[in-house]
């Protein structure tokens, strides 16, 4: 570390003697940037520092604290440090504690995270360490008790590790609302945020400003150090067309891994990290210690690998994003990212793993799973070398999340409408609430809402005499302690054969009976968007999806060529809109395509040749005939969930066009529909209207009336309703299973959605899946984009570009050696077809 000028020479005279002979020892001086934030604290202000990975942000956050309490003279809990991740806590704790004894400093510091033991965090209340390092819903938690003015009124300093992490989901929404109340029990707190660069800085300094407010907040900036260096896998081995393992790349990734000292491969899913870590150690002849950690292993095993990591006794980590966070494993030489990046932003906190040292370059190798991936791959590395973001921005808040913590507060102390109002609208997510929105989250609080006031169970809090709501019972502040929180675990749901409603006697609305053989379990957001009839594979055949009951979903075999919905091991990631908009720009602009390897060139010509390009504001739609059947395939580059909504609502008029709509499949870049009606006669003559089946008018009753026909509604109802407390999953001393939970929600959901539709909760529900699962905001960006710019282009056999999502269209579901070789000849087939041979 080092710094230099007046800054270091005004503010380092006044750091004690203790903290300036740590740093002499090493012959370390603090950075400017530190310096700066120790320069914001001494003048009674907040401050967030955006800095690269590698910058000493932790020890920029705590340098205040550490000079606030070098002297020993300040009882209870000084500083309180939150961070998204519990290792990331023990880490900080490892590393903050080193320094402060090395310094001889009176100083205790210690973690509260859900695994410390209950008797420390009890002793914690009432006799807590100088510094807590903590997680938001331990926050949550602690403010609950009646004592927390107690805890917390001695509080001075704030840090926030990893925001830009935690602003954009709901435990940013509940950070915010605790950041808020402890504002209000520590008058004097100051905030230090800590992030990683972000695309809009001043939207995260406000953040933090608004709960401390009128006190300033400085926005600190540190520009990365040295540039990273950045390279896509020149590979002698063909890139395929389609697919997502990068198998063709092991080899090579064994001698990158071999040629280096410790080596990162992030990878977008589980699925993902596990083939490629089985494929990695199917090629290990020289017995190299090469590890896997993703969040489905057990945490025993986590912590394994993450000891042998700081220990430097790896050579490889397999890893997915459970390790994109600042958490200081040790020296890792270099980072592989295996298959797209997805973003900008999430590729630089990537590449910042590397080194870990701000004034050496961080080395990046890119490995694309596919040609679409290579054109990914190559605008991730141009943002990456221009230090572009593309980070997400903070989120408003969640009426459900709000619903929690006032619940919270009512178990701390009786509150009135107008005071827990002034203070929750000082929480930068809820800044715009109305108090007509807050007196009905209140009353949905206190009685369950219209629907619900009739039953006892929902009724939590009561008015009193004097205007202040308090709690009905101590029964309630239990059941909310036990169920705190935001993160819901996605449920598993069973798979149940049974009959088709026709090949069953009596009337075809007639009831499905519970027996059945169980076919396996499947993740319950799979059947999220199916619609009864929808088809797909499971277990290597084709059946029918006949209707949810409970945690099972029923369904019969099905007799058809194709299934309308395939199954899908693909990434969570969507693509961002940033690096879709260089994707299009890429492949519009062949003069950009001199920096791609000579494979994918000739792959783009091709598509040149058969078809056309996609411009990059317009969307090219391609119709062909392939066997007994008409395809429509387009590209709108706009992330799978996009996609996928966009294909429930194209078929949807598509059916009322007559044009007799099979199914769909949605890729991160493409989109596939396929049918029984000849498409390009009927554009020909003027039976169907790409600008009117495109138009934005399907993000209206199109949209609503699929709504009101999914199973999407409802899963997300439970989620919401599990957030806002009006179904518990714990008890004292039990677990609701699964199916309890289920059918509770659903019948609470019956319920509101007949009798209140605008529940506060519907209106939650509704908020959650326009922005998660559907993205509709985005879709309704693409379709502003393309409006009067579609190209039609008709074909008469399958185009270039068409190949990767048409291999998804009937996709066994084979596992092993065969699924490559599966895949390999299906492709191929297509590719064959494609190129005219």
Same mark, same amino acid.
């Given at each position: 570390?080092?710094?230099?000028?007046?800054?270091?020479?005004?503010?380092?005279?006044?750091?004690?003697?203790?903290?300036?002979?740590?740093?002499?020892?090493?012959?370390?001086?603090?950075?400017?940037?530190?310096?700066?934030?120790?320069?914001?604290?001494?003048?009674?202000?907040?401050?967030?520092?955006?800095?690269?990975?590698?910058?000493?942000?932790?020890?920029?956050?705590?340098?205040?604290? =550490?000079? +606030? %309490?070098?002297?020993?003279?300040?009882?209870? $809990?000084?500083? *309180?440090?939150?961070?998204? &991740?519990?290792? @990331? /806590?023990?880490?900080?704790?490892?590393?903050?504690?080193?320094?402060?004894?090395?310094?001889?400093?009176?100083?205790?510091?210690?973690?509260?995270?859900?695994?410390?033991?209950?008797?420390?965090?009890?002793?914690?209340?009432?006799?807590?360490?100088?510094?807590?390092?903590?997680?938001?819903?331990?926050?949550?938690?602690?403010?609950?008790?009646?004592?927390?003015?107690?805890?917390?009124?001695?509080?001075?300093?704030?840090?926030?590790?990893? =925001?830009? +992490? %935690?602003?954009?989901?709901?435990?940013?929404? $509940?950070?915010? *609302?605790?950041?808020?109340? &402890?504002?209000? @029990? /520590?008058?004097?707190?100051?905030?230090?945020?800590?992030?990683?660069?972000?695309?809009?800085?001043?939207?995260?300094?406000?953040?933090?400003?608004?709960?401390?407010?009128?006190?300033?907040?400085?926005?600190?900036?540190?520009?990365?150090?040295?540039?990273?260096?950045?390279?896509?896998?020149?590979?002698?081995?063909?890139?395929?067309?389609?697919?997502?393992?990068?198998?063709?790349?092991?080899?090579?990734?064994?001698?990158?891994?071999?040629?280096?000292?410790?080596?990162?491969?992030?990878?977008?899913?589980?699925?993902?990290?596990?083939?490629?870590?089985?494929?990695?150690?199917?090629?290990?002849?020289?017995?190299?210690?090469?590890?896997?950690?993703?969040?489905?292993?057990?945490?025993?095993?986590?912590?394994?690998?993450?000891?042998?990591?700081?220990?430097?006794?790896?050579?490889?980590?397999?890893?997915?994003?459970?390790?994109?966070?600042?958490?200081?494993?040790?020296?890792?030489?270099?980072?592989?990212?295996?298959?797209?990046?997805?973003?900008?932003?999430?590729?630089?906190?990537?590449?910042?793993?590397?080194?870990?040292?701000?004034?050496?370059?961080?080395?990046?190798?890119?490995?694309?799973?596919?040609?679409?991936?290579?054109?990914?791959?190559?605008?991730?590395?141009?943002?990456?070398?221009?230090?572009?973001?593309?980070?997400?921005?903070?989120?408003?808040?969640?009426?459900?999340?709000?619903?929690?913590?006032?619940?919270?507060?009512?178990?701390?102390?009786?509150?009135?409408?107008?005071?827990?109002?002034?203070?929750?609208?000082?929480?930068?997510?809820?800044?715009?609430?109305?108090?007509?929105?807050?007196?009905?989250?209140?009353?949905?609080?206190?009685?369950?809402?219209?629907?619900?006031?009739?039953?006892?169970?929902?009724?939590?809090?009561?008015?009193?005499?004097?205007?202040?709501?308090?709690?009905?019972?101590?029964?309630?502040?239990?059941?909310?302690?036990?169920?705190?929180?935001?993160?819901?675990?996605?449920?598993?749901?069973?798979?149940?054969?049974?009959?088709?409603?026709?090949?069953?006697?009596?009337?075809?609305?007639?009831?499905?009976?519970?027996?059945?053989?169980?076919?396996?379990?499947?993740?319950?957001?799979?059947?999220?968007?199916?619609?009864?009839?929808?088809?797909?594979?499971?277990?290597?055949?084709?059946?029918?999806?006949?209707?949810?009951?409970?945690?099972?979903?029923?369904?019969?075999?099905?007799?058809?060529?194709?299934?309308?919905?395939?199954?899908?091991?693909?990434?969570?990631?969507?693509?961002?809109?940033?690096?879709?908009?260089?994707?299009?720009?890429?492949?519009?602009?062949?003069?950009?395509?001199?920096?791609?390897?000579?494979?994918?060139?000739?792959?783009?010509?091709?598509?040149?040749?058969?078809?056309?390009?996609?411009?990059?504001?317009?969307?090219?739609?391609?119709?062909?005939?392939?066997?007994?059947?008409?395809?429509?395939?387009?590209?709108?580059?706009?992330?799978?969930?996009?996609?996928?909504?966009?294909?429930?609502?194209?078929?949807?008029?598509?059916?009322?066009?007559?044009?007799?709509?099979?199914?769909?499949?949605?890729?991160?870049?493409?989109?596939?529909?396929?049918?029984?009606?000849?498409?390009?006669?009927?554009?020909?003559?003027?039976?169907?209207?790409?600008?009117?089946?495109?138009?934005?008018?399907?993000?209206?009753?199109?949209?609503?009336?699929?709504?009101?026909?999914?199973?999407?509604?409802?899963?997300?109802?439970?989620?919401?309703?599990?957030?806002?407390?009006?179904?518990?999953?714990?008890?004292?001393?039990?677990?609701?299973?699964?199916?309890?939970?289920?059918?509770?929600?659903?019948?609470?959901?019956?319920?509101?959605?007949?009798?209140?539709?605008?529940?506060?909760?519907?209106?939650?529900?509704?908020?959650?899946?326009?922005?998660?699962?559907?993205?509709?905001?985005?879709?309704?960006?693409?379709?502003?984009?393309?409006?009067?710019?579609?190209?039609?282009?008709?074909?008469?056999?399958?185009?270039?570009?068409?190949?990767?999502?048409?291999?998804?269209?009937?996709?066994?579901?084979?596992?092993?050696?065969?699924?490559?070789?599966?895949?390999?000849?299906?492709?191929?087939?297509?590719?064959?077809?494609?190129?005219?041979?």
């Amino acid at each position: 570390m080092c710094s230099d000028g007046p800054l270091f020479d005004h503010i380092s005279a006044d750091l004690p003697g203790p903290i300036k002979d740590w740093f002499a020892r090493r012959s370390w001086q603090p950075r400017t940037h530190q310096l700066q934030m120790l320069e914001a604290a001494d003048a009674g202000e907040s401050a967030l520092l955006i800095a690269p990975t590698g910058a000493g942000k932790t020890l920029a956050g705590f340098l205040p604290t =550490l000079k +606030a %309490l070098s002297a020993g003279q300040h009882e209870g $809990l000084h500083t *309180l440090y939150i961070s998204p &991740l519990k290792a @990331l /806590a023990v880490d900080v704790a490892r590393n903050l504690i080193n320094p402060i004894d090395e310094m001889g400093l009176p100083i205790k510091v210690e973690t509260r995270t859900g695994d410390t033991p209950s008797h420390k965090r009890q002793r914690q209340r009432y006799d807590p360490p100088h510094v807590l390092l903590t997680t938001p819903e331990q926050l949550a938690l602690l403010i609950s008790h009646p004592d927390a003015d107690r805890l917390f009124g001695s509080v001075k300093r704030l840090v926030l590790d990893e =925001l830009h +992490a %935690l602003v954009t989901s709901k435990r940013g929404e $509940l950070l915010s *609302l605790g950041v808020a109340r &402890l504002a209000k @029990l /520590a008058p004097d707190l100051q905030i230090s945020a800590l992030s990683a660069t972000v695309a809009q800085p001043e939207l995260l300094r406000d953040w933090i400003a608004r709960p401390v407010s009128p006190q300033k907040t400085r926005l600190v900036t540190m520009k990365g150090g040295a540039a990273p260096e950045l390279n896509i896998l020149a590979s002698e081995d063909r890139v395929p067309w389609a697919g997502h393992s990068a198998a063709y790349a092991i080899p090579e990734l064994y001698d990158i891994i071999k040629q280096n000292g410790t080596t990162l491969l992030f990878v977008n899913t589980r699925s993902q990290a596990e083939m490629l870590f089985q494929g990695l150690w199917a090629f290990n002849e020289d017995d190299l210690p090469i590890a896997l950690h993703h969040g489905s292993l057990d945490v025993g095993q986590r912590r394994k690998v993450e000891s042998a990591m700081t220990a430097g006794e790896l050579r490889a980590v397999v890893c997915t994003s459970t390790l994109d966070l600042g958490i200081d494993w040790g020296d890792v030489d270099l980072v592989v990212q295996v298959g797209a990046p997805k973003g900008a932003s999430r590729m630089l906190q990537r590449i910042g793993r590397a080194n870990h040292r701000l004034d050496e370059p961080s080395r990046a190798v890119f490995v694309p799973s596919n040609r679409f991936e290579v054109l990914e791959c190559e605008a991730a590395l141009e943002a990456v070398s221009e230090g572009t973001q593309d980070s997400e921005d903070p989120v408003s808040g969640g009426l459900d999340v709000l619903a929690q913590h006032v619940l919270g507060m009512g178990c701390a102390a009786p509150f009135t409408t107008e005071a827990l109002f002034e203070e929750i609208t000082r929480a930068w997510p809820y800044s715009d609430l109305t108090m007509s929105q807050f007196k009905r989250v209140v009353e949905f609080v206190a009685t369950g809402g219209y629907a619900l006031k009739t039953y006892e169970r929902f009724a939590k809090l009561r008015l009193t005499e004097d205007g202040a709501w308090r709690i009905s019972n101590p029964r309630v502040a239990q059941q909310y302690r036990l169920n705190i929180g935001t993160i819901i675990e996605e449920p598993m749901v069973k798979v149940r054969l049974v009959r088709a409603r026709g090949q069953r006697r009596g009337a075809s609305t007639g009831p499905i009976g519970r027996g059945g053989r169980v076919l396996g379990e499947m993740e319950e957001y799979f059947f999220n968007q199916l619609a009864p009839g929808d088809t797909f594979l499971f277990g290597g055949e084709i059946v029918a999806f006949e209707m949810m009951r409970e945690n099972e979903a029923y369904v019969s075999r099905a007799f058809s060529e194709a299934p309308r919905i395939p199954s899908y091991m693909g990434g969570k990631f969507p693509l961002s809109t940033f690096l879709a908009d260089r994707v299009r720009r890429i492949i519009s602009t062949p003069d950009d395509w001199k920096v791609l390897p000579d494979q994918v060139r000739d792959w783009l010509a091709l598509q040149r040749d058969v078809s056309v390009l996609p411009g990059r504001e317009s969307l090219l739609v391609e119709t062909f005939p392939r066997a007994d059947k008409h395809y429509l395939v387009c590209y709108p580059f706009e992330g799978r969930l996009a996609h996928q909504t966009m294909g429930m609502l194209l078929t949807r008029r598509l059916e009322r066009a007559r044009a007799r709509p099979l199914g769909f499949v949605a890729s991160e870049y493409a989109l596939a529909i396929w049918g029984l009606g000849d498409l390009n006669a009927m554009i020909r003559m003027g039976r169907l209207s790409l600008d009117d089946l495109f138009s934005e008018e399907m993000l209206g009753d199109d949209l609503e009336e699929w709504l009101d026909e999914s199973n999407l509604m409802r899963r997300t109802f439970r989620n919401c309703a599990m957030i806002a407390g009006l179904i518990e999953l714990r008890h004292p001393g039990k677990e609701k299973t699964g199916r309890q939970m289920t059918m509770s929600a659903d019948l609470i959901y019956d319920v509101l959605y007949q009798h209140e539709p605008d529940h506060i909760l519907i209106q939650a529900t509704r908020r959650d899946a326009s922005r998660g699962l559907l993205d509709v905001d985005r879709l309704g960006q693409c379709l502003q984009r393309i409006r009067r710019h579609i190209i039609h282009k008709p074909l008469d056999r399958i185009s270039p570009f068409a190949v990767p999502v048409m291999l998804d269209i009937g996709k066994e579901p084979i596992f092993g050696e065969g699924r490559e070789s599966a895949m390999a000849e299906a492709a191929q087939e297509l590719i064959r077809e494609a190129s005219g041979r």
